[in-house]
């Protein structure tokens, strides 16, 4: 039975003219050729035209020869120290480029006679802007194409919750004039006038909110974060704690402060507060109010050191003024 078949296979290409079996040929391999061609065409447009600059880290890879292929920093030079090949120039180059002439010196030092190198940009330095401050994961992201405020803040991770809403950006070209941006929306939401542009070189920095401490006798006591350019008052801060209890001491409640030369305490009587007789001071980065209890006749040196040092390990809030 295999015979039979096999001898039919023979007849059918036996009563095929040669000359449509060789176009056939052809006909594939023209195809194939310009398959590849079109699709290195393809990847050759994908394929950013980005310079190289100084500080860029390089992975550099020669085929089949890994002690040749290395990841290399770019000096401020603009050169890379190769094993084997030593200090190259290469930038001002794109990766294509600095490929090539890669492998033109192995060619030219008699070390391969056919080199094939890839050259991948691992880190943005020169091309890069630096991300630091109150994002989840400062360092230094690429600003391919056109990158925004947002762009950027969004690449380092977002926000911290202890985010503050002032943001400077120091531009390479201009570093004694940074430009302030103030996120009146709120951390996570900003708009197109303050998203600007930014360019290769700059350095975002994002602030910290200021924490004001309210502790005792209050509904609920914690940090809260305030905006260190518009400062909040003490009636404001105890109206984020939730208000006093009714046990509170209310004639002797304490702002604690440090300063230059170490802590101060200021009384304050919040019914004098209330109907206006006494200021309702505005309080700063750092400041803990203290509403002690009624039920304590005294307030012992103790007792305020004491809620001072649970302040720190009080839960931190957000708010909206």
Not at 152 to 157: D, E, K, L, N, T
């Amino acid at each position: 039975m295999e015979q039979v078949t096999e001898y039919r296979m023979w007849r059918r290409v036996k009563n095929k003219p040669v000359v449509l079996f060789l176009i056939v040929i052809a006909l594939a391999l023209q195809h194939q050729a310009f398959s590849g061609q079109t699709a290195a065409e393809g990847q050759n447009a994908q394929v950013p035209s980005i310079a190289i600059g100084p500080g860029d880290l390089l992975s550099i890879v020669v085929f089949d020869t890994p002690e040749l292929s290395s990841s290399v920093r770019v000096s401020q030079d603009g050169d890379v120290n190769l094993p084997v090949l030593g200090r190259i120039h290469i930038a001002g180059l794109n990766t294509i480029d600095a490929a090539r002439t890669i492998e033109q010196q192995l060619r030219t030092r008699h070390l391969m006679l056919d080199p094939h190198v890839t050259v991948f940009i691992a880190e943005y330095a020169s091309q890069g802007a630096t991300v630091t401050g109150e994002v989840r994961t400062p360092g230094v992201y690429p600003t391919l194409g056109t990158r925004r405020l947002l762009d950027m803040i969004s690449v380092a991770g977002g926000l911290q919750p202890t985010a503050g809403k002032a943001v400077s950006i120091i531009h390479r070209n201009d570093p004694d004039h940074p430009e302030n941006i103030v996120l009146t929306l709120g951390p996570g939401k900003i708009s197109a006038q303050e998203n600007p542009v930014i360019l290769p070189g700059d350095t975002i920095v994002v602030a910290k909110a200021g924490i004001v401490y309210v502790i005792g006798d209050v509904l609920k006591p914690g940090g809260f974060l305030i905006d260190n350019n518009t400062p909040i008052s003490v009636m404001q801060s105890l109206s984020l704690a939730g208000g006093w209890d009714k046990t509170a001491a209310m004639s002797k409640v304490k702002l604690i402060r440090k300063t230059q030369d170490g802590r101060e305490e200021i009384d304050l009587d919040l019914k004098h507060v209330t109907n206006g007789s006494q200021a309702d001071l505005r309080v700063t980065d750092g400041d803990i109010i203290f509403v002690p209890s009624s039920v304590s006749k005294t307030l012992t040196y103790r007792g305020i050191e004491a809620a001072i040092s649970t302040a720190s390990g009080l839960a931190i809030y957000g708010h909206s003024f």
